[in-house]
């Protein structure tokens, strides 16, 4: 299983910033997604999981009503679309994926995803 993130790089205060994170040697719409980040010095913290499906969400109370995450099983891809970028965002974003038998809900923790892509670098500025 691979799973590529990309779209990190370096923005302004307030400004926007879109993820991807591309996945492959799984059956990916039977893969519940995530993101989290870390910030130097700090733990892993869950940002945002979307179920297998797509109809179900779920975002840590620091990022809900900015940041969106989606996917498209065609594409077996799974995006974070990052609006109003403050400081307090700047970290390794990571995506993970958790294949499931059953149709679960998003996944909050952590531990619960057996595969991790390799993180992409995001910096706020302000």
């Known amino acids: 299983v691979q799973l590529q993130a990309s779209g990190g790089g370096s923005v302004q205060v307030g400004e926007t910033l879109g993820l991807s994170c591309a996945a492959s040697?799984?059956?990916?719409?039977?893969?519940?997604m995530g993101w989290f980040r870390q910030a130097p010095g700090k733990e892993r913290e869950f940002v945002a999981a979307?179920?297998?499906?797509?109809?179900?969400?779920s975002y840590a109370d620091s990022v809900k009503g900015r940041f969106t995450i989606s996917r498209d099983n065609d594409k077996k891809t799974v995006y974070l679309q990052m609006n109003g970028l403050t400081p307090e965002d700047t970290a390794n974003y990571y995506c993970?994926?958790?294949?499931?038998?059953?149709?679960?809900?998003?996944?909050?923790?952590?531990?619960?995803?057996?595969?991790w892509g390799q993180g992409t670098q995001v910096t706020v500025s302000s």
């Open positions: 993970a994926a958790e294949p499931t038998i059953l149709s679960v809900g998003p996944i909050t923790t952590p531990t619960e995803y057996r595969y």
């Open positions: 979307i179920s297998r499906s797509g109809r179900a969400t």
């Open positions: 040697g799984l059956t990916f719409s039977r893969a519940a």
